[in-house]
Protein backbone atom coordinates (compact mmCIF):
# COMPACT_ATOMS: atom_id res chain seq x y z
CA UNK A 1 0.00 0.00 0.00
CA UNK A 2 0.88 3.69 -0.96
CA UNK A 3 0.63 6.39 0.95
CA UNK A 4 0.96 10.25 -0.62
CA UNK A 5 2.38 13.16 1.45
CA UNK A 6 2.32 16.36 0.04
CA UNK A 7 5.78 17.63 0.79
CA UNK A 8 5.88 21.81 0.49
CA UNK A 9 10.08 22.88 1.23
CA UNK A 10 12.78 24.41 0.15
CA UNK A 11 16.58 23.59 0.17
CA UNK A 12 19.31 26.21 1.07
CA UNK A 13 23.07 26.18 0.67
CA UNK A 14 25.75 27.64 2.72
CA UNK A 15 27.58 30.44 0.51
CA UNK A 16 30.85 29.86 2.18
CA UNK A 17 32.93 28.42 4.28
CA UNK A 18 32.86 30.52 7.00
CA UNK A 19 28.92 30.70 6.79
CA UNK A 20 28.86 26.87 7.15
CA UNK A 21 30.90 26.69 10.25
CA UNK A 22 28.79 28.96 11.55
CA UNK A 23 25.99 27.01 10.97
CA UNK A 24 22.31 27.84 10.90
CA UNK A 25 21.53 31.17 12.83
CA UNK A 26 18.54 30.53 15.53
CA UNK A 27 14.99 31.07 14.06
CA UNK A 28 13.28 32.22 17.36
CA UNK A 29 11.16 34.84 16.84
CA UNK A 30 10.85 34.73 12.58
CA UNK A 31 7.36 34.79 11.62
CA UNK A 32 5.59 32.99 14.42
CA UNK A 33 8.58 30.69 15.61
CA UNK A 34 8.45 30.35 19.36
CA UNK A 35 10.81 27.59 20.18
CA UNK A 36 13.57 25.65 18.24
CA UNK A 37 13.67 21.51 19.51
CA UNK A 38 16.26 19.44 18.89
CA UNK A 39 15.68 16.17 17.53
CA UNK A 40 18.88 15.12 17.37
CA UNK A 41 21.06 13.40 14.44
CA UNK A 42 20.31 10.17 11.94
CA UNK A 43 22.21 8.96 9.26
CA UNK A 44 20.24 7.76 6.26
CA UNK A 45 21.21 5.39 2.79
CA UNK A 46 19.14 5.92 -0.42
CA UNK A 47 19.28 4.38 -3.61
CA UNK A 48 18.25 6.36 -6.35
CA UNK A 49 16.49 4.59 -9.26
CA UNK A 50 16.60 5.11 -12.92
CA UNK A 51 16.32 3.88 -16.15
CA UNK A 52 19.54 4.20 -18.51
CA UNK A 53 19.13 7.15 -20.16
CA UNK A 54 17.55 8.52 -17.24
CA UNK A 55 14.26 9.69 -18.22
CA UNK A 56 12.87 10.38 -14.42
CA UNK A 57 15.65 12.49 -13.54
CA UNK A 58 15.42 14.55 -16.97
CA UNK A 59 11.69 15.37 -15.57
CA UNK A 60 12.53 15.90 -12.07
CA UNK A 61 10.96 12.58 -10.55
CA UNK A 62 13.13 10.74 -7.83
CA UNK A 63 12.40 7.49 -7.00
CA UNK A 64 14.62 6.28 -4.05
CA UNK A 65 15.00 3.21 -1.97
CA UNK A 66 15.80 4.57 1.85
CA UNK A 67 16.73 3.04 4.75
CA UNK A 68 17.27 4.63 8.18
CA UNK A 69 15.07 7.31 9.94
CA UNK A 70 11.14 7.33 10.67
CA UNK A 71 10.04 6.75 7.22
CA UNK A 72 12.17 4.33 5.49
CA UNK A 73 10.94 2.47 2.36
CA UNK A 74 10.51 3.41 -0.95
CA UNK A 75 9.82 6.96 -2.05
CA UNK A 76 8.51 8.46 -5.32
CA UNK A 77 8.91 12.30 -5.88
CA UNK A 78 6.45 13.94 -8.24
CA UNK A 79 6.99 17.83 -9.09
CA UNK A 80 4.03 19.67 -8.29
CA UNK A 81 5.38 23.46 -8.53
CA UNK A 82 8.23 25.60 -7.16
CA UNK A 83 8.64 23.78 -3.46
CA UNK A 84 5.81 21.82 -3.48
CA UNK A 85 5.93 17.77 -4.27
CA UNK A 86 4.00 15.12 -3.54
CA UNK A 87 5.93 12.29 -1.79
CA UNK A 88 4.52 8.64 -2.79
CA UNK A 89 5.73 5.95 -0.21
CA UNK A 90 5.93 2.21 -0.08
CA UNK A 91 7.01 -0.13 2.43
CA UNK A 92 10.54 -1.39 2.31
CA UNK A 93 11.32 -4.24 0.23
CA UNK A 94 13.86 -5.11 -2.09
CA UNK A 95 12.37 -4.32 -5.22
CA UNK A 96 9.98 -1.74 -6.39
CA UNK A 97 6.60 -2.02 -5.55
CA UNK A 98 3.92 -2.47 -7.87
CA UNK A 99 2.51 1.02 -7.13
CA UNK A 100 4.76 2.83 -7.33
CA UNK A 101 6.40 1.34 -10.91
CA UNK A 102 2.92 1.77 -12.24
CA UNK A 103 2.55 5.42 -12.10
CA UNK A 104 5.98 5.44 -13.43
CA UNK A 105 4.62 3.38 -16.34
CA UNK A 106 4.40 6.60 -19.01
CA UNK A 107 7.90 7.38 -18.49
CA UNK A 108 10.27 3.90 -18.25
CA UNK A 109 7.50 1.73 -20.42
CA UNK A 110 9.73 -1.55 -21.16
CA UNK A 111 12.81 0.12 -19.85
CA UNK A 112 14.45 -0.92 -16.80
CA UNK A 113 15.01 0.52 -13.41
CA UNK A 114 18.05 0.32 -12.10
CA UNK A 115 20.50 1.80 -9.04
CA UNK A 116 22.30 5.15 -10.51
CA UNK A 117 23.18 6.88 -7.42
CA UNK A 118 23.50 6.49 -3.76
CA UNK A 119 23.51 9.14 -0.70
CA UNK A 120 24.59 9.11 2.37
CA UNK A 121 23.38 11.52 4.78
CA UNK A 122 24.08 12.52 8.21
CA UNK A 123 20.95 14.78 9.27
CA UNK A 124 20.55 17.06 12.17
CA UNK A 125 16.48 17.89 12.71
CA UNK A 126 15.52 20.54 14.46
CA UNK A 127 11.51 20.91 15.11
CA UNK A 128 10.63 24.52 15.11
CA UNK A 129 7.24 25.08 17.06
CA UNK A 130 4.74 28.02 17.67
CA UNK A 131 3.81 29.45 20.92
CA UNK A 132 1.47 26.57 21.43
CA UNK A 133 4.39 24.13 20.68
CA UNK A 134 2.49 23.11 17.11
CA UNK A 135 5.09 21.86 14.70
CA UNK A 136 5.42 24.62 12.29
CA UNK A 137 8.06 23.23 10.24
CA UNK A 138 11.03 20.40 10.05
CA UNK A 139 14.68 22.20 9.48
CA UNK A 140 17.58 19.62 8.63
CA UNK A 141 21.21 19.88 8.22
CA UNK A 142 22.56 17.24 6.10
CA UNK A 143 26.00 16.26 5.23
CA UNK A 144 25.72 14.72 2.04
CA UNK A 145 27.74 12.32 0.46
CA UNK A 146 27.19 10.98 -3.27
CA UNK A 147 28.50 7.84 -4.83
CA UNK A 148 27.80 7.51 -8.49
CA UNK A 149 29.33 4.64 -11.21
CA UNK A 150 32.36 6.69 -11.96
CA UNK A 151 32.91 9.75 -9.09
CA UNK A 152 31.57 10.89 -5.81
CA UNK A 153 30.61 14.67 -4.20
CA UNK A 154 29.97 15.93 -0.91
CA UNK A 155 28.33 18.52 0.21
CA UNK A 156 26.34 19.95 3.46
CA UNK A 157 22.63 21.53 2.62
CA UNK A 158 19.74 22.63 5.24
CA UNK A 159 16.67 22.06 4.11
CA UNK A 160 12.95 23.34 5.77
CA UNK A 161 9.95 21.32 5.15
CA UNK A 162 6.61 22.82 6.27
CA UNK A 163 4.07 20.99 8.77
CA UNK A 164 0.50 20.11 7.08
CA UNK A 165 -1.22 23.18 6.95
CA UNK A 166 1.36 25.53 7.67
CA UNK A 167 1.67 29.29 5.50
CA UNK A 168 4.19 28.94 3.11
CA UNK A 169 5.04 32.28 3.72
CA UNK A 170 7.18 31.41 6.56
CA UNK A 171 9.22 29.86 3.89
CA UNK A 172 9.90 33.44 2.95
CA UNK A 173 10.40 34.62 6.41
CA UNK A 174 13.33 32.00 7.40
CA UNK A 175 14.58 32.44 3.70
CA UNK A 176 15.14 36.14 4.60
CA UNK A 177 16.67 35.49 8.05
CA UNK A 178 18.82 32.72 6.01
CA UNK A 179 19.94 35.07 3.70
CA UNK A 180 21.39 37.50 6.41
CA UNK A 181 23.58 34.57 7.97
CA UNK A 182 25.25 33.33 4.48
CA UNK A 183 22.62 31.22 3.51
CA UNK A 184 21.20 30.94 -0.29
CA UNK A 185 18.59 28.95 -1.65
CA UNK A 186 19.95 25.91 -3.74
CA UNK A 187 20.23 26.05 -7.22
CA UNK A 188 19.10 21.97 -7.93
CA UNK A 189 15.95 21.17 -6.91
CA UNK A 190 17.22 17.76 -5.42
CA UNK A 191 19.58 16.06 -3.56
CA UNK A 192 19.40 13.82 -6.66
CA UNK A 193 20.06 16.55 -8.71
CA UNK A 194 22.64 18.22 -7.41
CA UNK A 195 24.53 14.91 -7.07
CA UNK A 196 24.04 14.31 -10.81
CA UNK A 197 25.17 17.77 -11.11
CA UNK A 198 28.34 17.12 -9.39
CA UNK A 199 29.36 13.77 -10.04
CA UNK A 200 29.01 14.39 -14.11
CA UNK A 201 25.81 12.42 -14.76
CA UNK A 202 23.22 14.46 -15.58
CA UNK A 203 21.15 14.11 -18.58
CA UNK A 204 21.55 15.71 -21.49
CA UNK A 205 19.00 18.74 -21.36
CA UNK A 206 16.01 17.81 -23.86
CA UNK A 207 14.86 19.79 -26.53
CA UNK A 208 12.82 22.67 -25.06
CA UNK A 209 9.37 24.28 -25.94
CA UNK A 210 11.25 27.50 -27.98
CA UNK A 211 11.47 26.73 -31.19
CA UNK A 212 15.71 27.20 -31.67
CA UNK A 213 15.06 28.76 -34.86
CA UNK A 214 11.96 30.86 -36.97
CA UNK A 215 11.35 27.68 -38.81
CA UNK A 216 7.65 26.38 -39.83
CA UNK A 217 9.71 22.88 -38.45
CA UNK A 218 10.88 24.00 -35.08
CA UNK A 219 7.44 25.64 -34.11
CA UNK A 220 5.52 22.36 -34.69
CA UNK A 221 7.91 20.14 -33.13
CA UNK A 222 8.14 22.08 -30.44
CA UNK A 223 4.32 22.45 -29.89
CA UNK A 224 4.19 18.37 -30.13
CA UNK A 225 6.81 18.30 -27.51
CA UNK A 226 5.21 19.76 -24.95
CA UNK A 227 1.96 18.65 -25.82
CA UNK A 228 3.19 14.92 -25.81
CA UNK A 229 5.22 15.89 -22.26
CA UNK A 230 2.08 17.09 -21.07
CA UNK A 231 0.65 13.69 -21.93
CA UNK A 232 3.32 11.74 -20.25
CA UNK A 233 3.45 13.82 -16.69
CA UNK A 234 -0.97 13.47 -16.96
CA UNK A 235 -0.49 9.71 -16.67
CA UNK A 236 0.51 9.39 -12.91
CA UNK A 237 -1.66 11.71 -11.78
CA UNK A 238 -4.94 9.70 -13.79
CA UNK A 239 -4.08 6.62 -11.76
CA UNK A 240 -3.97 8.92 -8.63
CA UNK A 241 -7.47 9.80 -9.65
CA UNK A 242 -6.40 13.24 -8.96
CA UNK A 243 -8.98 16.00 -10.34
CA UNK A 244 -9.40 17.03 -13.36
CA UNK A 245 -6.49 14.96 -14.61
CA UNK A 246 -8.55 13.02 -16.91
CA UNK A 247 -9.60 16.08 -18.45
CA UNK A 248 -5.94 17.52 -18.99
CA UNK A 249 -4.84 14.23 -20.16
CA UNK A 250 -7.44 14.51 -22.89
CA UNK A 251 -6.54 17.84 -24.02
CA UNK A 252 -3.12 16.75 -24.43
CA UNK A 253 -4.38 13.71 -26.22
CA UNK A 254 -6.63 16.16 -29.12
CA UNK A 255 -4.10 19.05 -29.49
CA UNK A 256 -1.80 16.28 -30.32
CA UNK A 257 -3.84 14.55 -32.76
CA UNK A 258 -5.15 18.05 -33.84
CA UNK A 259 -1.51 19.77 -34.22
CA UNK A 260 -0.55 16.46 -36.78
CA UNK A 261 -3.68 16.72 -38.93
CA UNK A 262 -3.15 20.75 -38.90
CA UNK A 263 0.27 20.64 -39.69
CA UNK A 264 0.53 17.54 -42.08
CA UNK A 265 2.09 20.19 -44.96
CA UNK A 266 5.35 20.27 -42.46
CA UNK A 267 5.57 16.57 -40.43
CA UNK A 268 4.89 13.93 -43.20
CA UNK A 269 1.27 12.51 -42.60
CA UNK A 270 2.45 8.83 -43.95
CA UNK A 271 4.17 8.22 -40.01
CA UNK A 272 1.78 10.53 -38.74
CA UNK A 273 -1.93 9.27 -39.87
CA UNK A 274 -1.22 6.30 -37.76
CA UNK A 275 -0.50 8.01 -34.57
CA UNK A 276 -3.81 10.61 -34.81
CA UNK A 277 -5.78 7.01 -35.22
CA UNK A 278 -4.47 5.68 -32.21
CA UNK A 279 -4.70 9.29 -30.55
CA UNK A 280 -8.03 8.69 -31.31
CA UNK A 281 -8.89 5.94 -29.97
CA UNK A 282 -6.59 7.36 -26.24
CA UNK A 283 -9.24 9.98 -25.86
CA UNK A 284 -11.97 7.99 -26.33
CA UNK A 285 -11.66 5.47 -23.57
CA UNK A 286 -10.27 8.43 -21.63
CA UNK A 287 -13.82 10.06 -22.37
CA UNK A 288 -15.79 8.06 -21.19
CA UNK A 289 -14.83 8.99 -17.42
CA UNK A 290 -14.21 12.44 -18.59
CA UNK A 291 -17.87 12.64 -20.08
CA UNK A 292 -19.70 11.23 -17.15
CA UNK A 293 -17.85 13.61 -14.41
CA UNK A 294 -18.88 16.52 -16.54
CA UNK A 295 -22.49 15.06 -16.99
CA UNK A 296 -22.89 14.82 -13.58
CA UNK A 297 -21.43 17.99 -12.29
CA UNK A 298 -23.78 19.21 -14.82
CA UNK A 299 -26.76 17.77 -13.29
CA UNK A 300 -26.16 18.68 -9.86
CA UNK A 301 -25.99 22.49 -10.78
CA UNK A 302 -28.98 22.10 -12.51
CA UNK A 303 -30.42 20.05 -9.67
CA UNK A 304 -29.33 22.80 -7.16
CA UNK A 305 -31.21 25.66 -9.26
CA UNK A 306 -34.52 24.11 -8.43
CA UNK A 307 -36.69 25.91 -6.08
CA UNK A 308 -37.52 23.22 -3.42
CA UNK A 309 -41.28 22.88 -4.47
CA UNK A 310 -39.70 21.63 -7.68
CA UNK A 311 -37.23 18.49 -5.65
CA UNK A 312 -40.23 15.71 -5.96
CA UNK A 313 -38.88 12.81 -4.72
CA UNK A 314 -35.65 11.54 -4.02
CA UNK A 315 -33.79 13.21 -6.96
CA UNK A 316 -30.39 13.37 -5.41
CA UNK A 317 -30.07 9.83 -4.33
CA UNK A 318 -31.19 8.93 -7.50
CA UNK A 319 -28.72 10.91 -9.82
CA UNK A 320 -26.15 9.67 -6.93
CA UNK A 321 -27.13 5.79 -7.88
CA UNK A 322 -27.01 6.65 -11.38
CA UNK A 323 -23.77 8.58 -11.13
CA UNK A 324 -21.91 5.31 -9.07
CA UNK A 325 -22.56 2.47 -11.17
CA UNK A 326 -21.62 4.56 -14.38
CA UNK A 327 -18.38 5.93 -13.30
CA UNK A 328 -17.04 2.85 -11.95
CA UNK A 329 -17.50 1.27 -15.54
CA UNK A 330 -16.11 4.09 -16.78
CA UNK A 331 -12.80 4.80 -14.38
CA UNK A 332 -12.09 0.96 -15.13
CA UNK A 333 -11.75 1.71 -18.33
CA UNK A 334 -9.26 4.65 -18.27
CA UNK A 335 -7.16 2.81 -16.03
CA UNK A 336 -7.32 -0.28 -18.62
CA UNK A 337 -6.58 2.15 -21.13
CA UNK A 338 -3.27 3.08 -19.32
CA UNK A 339 -2.17 -0.63 -18.80
CA UNK A 340 -2.99 -1.54 -22.27
CA UNK A 341 0.16 -2.52 -24.54
CA UNK A 342 -1.39 -0.50 -27.27
CA UNK A 343 -0.75 3.09 -25.03
CA UNK A 344 2.40 2.18 -24.39
CA UNK A 345 3.24 1.38 -27.88
CA UNK A 346 1.65 4.56 -28.81
CA UNK A 347 3.76 6.71 -26.36
CA UNK A 348 7.04 5.08 -27.97
CA UNK A 349 5.59 5.39 -31.11
CA UNK A 350 5.43 9.57 -30.48
CA UNK A 351 9.32 9.44 -28.99
CA UNK A 352 10.23 8.01 -32.02
CA UNK A 353 8.31 10.55 -34.39
CA UNK A 354 9.74 13.47 -31.86
CA UNK A 355 13.01 11.80 -32.12
CA UNK A 356 13.56 11.12 -35.70
CA UNK A 357 10.61 14.13 -37.03
CA UNK A 358 9.77 13.01 -40.89
CA UNK A 359 9.81 16.82 -41.84
CA UNK A 360 8.43 18.05 -45.57
CA UNK A 361 10.09 20.48 -47.48
CA UNK A 362 7.64 22.83 -46.08
CA UNK A 363 9.52 22.54 -42.76
CA UNK A 364 12.47 24.38 -43.39
CA UNK A 365 10.62 27.47 -44.48
CA UNK A 366 9.30 30.51 -42.61
CA UNK A 367 6.58 29.87 -40.03
CA UNK A 368 5.09 33.18 -40.84
CA UNK A 369 4.91 31.78 -43.95
CA UNK A 370 3.40 28.46 -43.17
CA UNK A 371 1.43 28.40 -39.86
CA UNK A 372 -1.30 31.07 -41.59
CA UNK A 373 -2.32 28.51 -44.31
CA UNK A 374 -2.49 25.87 -42.04
CA UNK A 375 -4.83 27.52 -39.32
CA UNK A 376 -6.51 29.70 -42.25
CA UNK A 377 -7.67 26.14 -43.64
CA UNK A 378 -9.06 25.20 -40.16
CA UNK A 379 -10.71 28.30 -39.91
CA UNK A 380 -12.24 27.38 -43.24
CA UNK A 381 -13.51 23.97 -42.34
CA UNK A 382 -15.15 25.33 -39.05
CA UNK A 383 -16.92 28.46 -41.30
CA UNK A 384 -18.73 25.61 -43.59
CA UNK A 385 -19.77 23.71 -40.61
CA UNK A 386 -21.08 26.57 -39.06
CA UNK A 387 -23.26 27.85 -42.13
CA UNK A 388 -24.76 24.61 -42.37
CA UNK A 389 -25.73 23.90 -39.23
CA UNK A 390 -26.98 27.80 -39.40
CA UNK A 391 -29.03 26.40 -42.75
CA UNK A 392 -31.12 23.42 -40.41
CA UNK A 393 -33.88 23.77 -38.37
CA UNK A 394 -34.28 23.56 -35.14
CA UNK A 395 -34.43 19.35 -34.10
CA UNK A 396 -31.91 16.39 -34.08
CA UNK A 397 -30.32 17.32 -37.43
CA UNK A 398 -28.77 20.83 -36.33
CA UNK A 399 -28.19 19.60 -33.06
CA UNK A 400 -25.59 17.34 -34.91
CA UNK A 401 -24.44 19.74 -36.99
CA UNK A 402 -23.78 22.35 -34.31
CA UNK A 403 -21.34 19.06 -32.65
CA UNK A 404 -19.60 18.94 -35.69
CA UNK A 405 -19.25 22.64 -35.53
CA UNK A 406 -17.90 22.32 -32.20
CA UNK A 407 -15.43 19.84 -33.35
CA UNK A 408 -14.32 22.23 -35.85
CA UNK A 409 -14.27 25.00 -33.30
CA UNK A 410 -11.71 23.28 -31.24
CA UNK A 411 -9.24 22.32 -34.11
CA UNK A 412 -9.31 25.57 -35.19
CA UNK A 413 -8.11 27.12 -31.34
CA UNK A 414 -5.44 24.48 -31.12
CA UNK A 415 -3.78 25.13 -34.78
CA UNK A 416 -4.19 29.15 -33.45
CA UNK A 417 -2.73 28.45 -30.26
CA UNK A 418 -0.03 26.40 -31.18
CA UNK A 419 0.92 29.12 -34.24
CA UNK A 420 1.02 31.53 -31.10
CA UNK A 421 4.56 31.99 -30.51
CA UNK A 422 5.09 32.02 -34.37
CA UNK A 423 2.61 34.66 -35.27
CA UNK A 424 2.14 36.52 -31.77
CA UNK A 425 -0.95 38.53 -30.65
CA UNK A 426 -3.36 37.81 -34.61
CA UNK A 427 -3.22 34.01 -33.55
CA UNK A 428 -3.86 35.03 -29.82
CA UNK A 429 -7.25 37.47 -30.75
CA UNK A 430 -7.98 34.34 -33.17
CA UNK A 431 -7.64 31.51 -30.91
CA UNK A 432 -9.96 33.68 -27.95
CA UNK A 433 -12.74 34.28 -30.07
CA UNK A 434 -12.52 30.76 -31.61
CA UNK A 435 -12.60 29.16 -28.13
CA UNK A 436 -15.91 31.56 -27.52
CA UNK A 437 -17.68 29.80 -30.44
CA UNK A 438 -16.40 26.58 -28.95
CA UNK A 439 -17.46 26.94 -25.50
CA UNK A 440 -20.63 28.26 -26.62
CA UNK A 441 -21.52 25.28 -28.64
CA UNK A 442 -19.93 22.94 -26.11
CA UNK A 443 -22.83 24.53 -23.77
CA UNK A 444 -25.47 23.29 -26.71
CA UNK A 445 -23.66 19.73 -26.81
CA UNK A 446 -23.90 19.57 -22.90
CA UNK A 447 -27.46 20.70 -22.80
CA UNK A 448 -28.18 17.67 -25.89
CA UNK A 449 -26.19 14.99 -23.99
CA UNK A 450 -28.16 16.00 -20.62
CA UNK A 451 -31.42 15.90 -21.69
CA UNK A 452 -30.92 12.15 -22.96
CA UNK A 453 -29.75 11.26 -19.73
CA UNK A 454 -32.00 13.20 -17.79
CA UNK A 455 -34.90 11.03 -20.16
CA UNK A 456 -33.16 7.89 -18.78
CA UNK A 457 -33.32 8.82 -15.11
CA UNK A 458 -36.86 10.13 -15.49
CA UNK A 459 -37.37 6.43 -16.98
CA UNK A 460 -35.47 4.90 -14.21
CA UNK A 461 -37.40 7.09 -11.55
CA UNK A 462 -40.65 5.68 -12.56
CA UNK A 463 -39.69 2.59 -12.75
CA UNK A 464 -38.51 2.29 -9.35
CA UNK A 465 -42.01 4.07 -8.40
CA UNK A 466 -40.35 7.11 -7.54
CA UNK A 467 -42.58 10.47 -9.03
CA UNK A 468 -40.37 11.69 -12.45
CA UNK A 469 -41.82 15.03 -12.11
CA UNK A 470 -38.29 16.92 -11.23
CA UNK A 471 -36.69 14.80 -14.08
CA UNK A 472 -39.31 16.75 -16.98
CA UNK A 473 -38.67 20.33 -15.40
CA UNK A 474 -35.16 19.92 -15.72
CA UNK A 475 -35.15 18.69 -19.38
CA UNK A 476 -37.58 21.74 -20.15
CA UNK A 477 -34.78 23.94 -18.83
CA UNK A 478 -31.96 22.40 -20.69
CA UNK A 479 -33.77 22.69 -23.78
CA UNK A 480 -34.13 26.06 -22.94
CA UNK A 481 -30.57 26.55 -22.68
CA UNK A 482 -29.73 25.06 -25.79
CA UNK A 483 -32.48 27.48 -27.52
CA UNK A 484 -30.34 30.57 -25.80
CA UNK A 485 -27.29 29.05 -27.07
CA UNK A 486 -28.63 29.00 -30.84
CA UNK A 487 -29.59 32.46 -30.91
CA UNK A 488 -26.24 33.74 -29.62
CA UNK A 489 -24.20 31.74 -32.05
CA UNK A 490 -24.35 33.89 -34.60
CA UNK A 491 -23.50 36.94 -32.81
CA UNK A 492 -20.39 35.13 -31.03
CA UNK A 493 -19.75 33.83 -34.43
CA UNK A 494 -19.38 37.28 -36.24
CA UNK A 495 -16.45 38.25 -33.52
CA UNK A 496 -14.68 35.32 -35.01
CA UNK A 497 -15.52 34.78 -38.21
CA UNK A 498 -12.99 37.01 -39.96
CA UNK A 499 -9.01 35.61 -39.94
CA UNK A 500 -7.51 37.43 -42.18
CA UNK A 501 -5.34 39.77 -39.43
CA UNK A 502 -3.16 36.35 -39.73
CA UNK A 503 -2.05 36.40 -42.91
Do not use: C
Not at 310 to 335: D, I, M, Q
Amino acid sequence: MADTKREIERKFEFTSVEAGQRGVPDLTGTAGIAAVHDRGTVDLDAVYYDTLDQRLAADGLTLRRRTGGADAGWHLKLPVSPDVRDEIRAGLADTVPGALTALLRSRVRDGALLPQMRLLSSRRVLHLLDADGALLAELSTDAVRAEGHDASAAWTEVEVELADGVDPALLDAVEKTFRKAGLTVSEAPSKLARALAETGSAPAPRPGGTPADGTAGAHVLAYLREQFAALVAQDPAVRRGLPDSVHQMRVATRRLRSALRTYRTVVDRERTDPLRAELRWLAAELGVDRDQEVLLERLQARIGELPRPLLVGPVRGRLRTWNTTRRSGSRRRALAALDDARYLALLDALDALLQDPPLRPAAARPAVRILPKAVLAEHARLSRRIEAAFALTAGEERDVALHEARKAAKRARYAAEAARPALGSPAKRLAKRVKAVQTLLGDHQDSVVAREALRGLALQASGAGEPSFSWGVLYGREETLAARAERELPEVWAEAADPRSLT
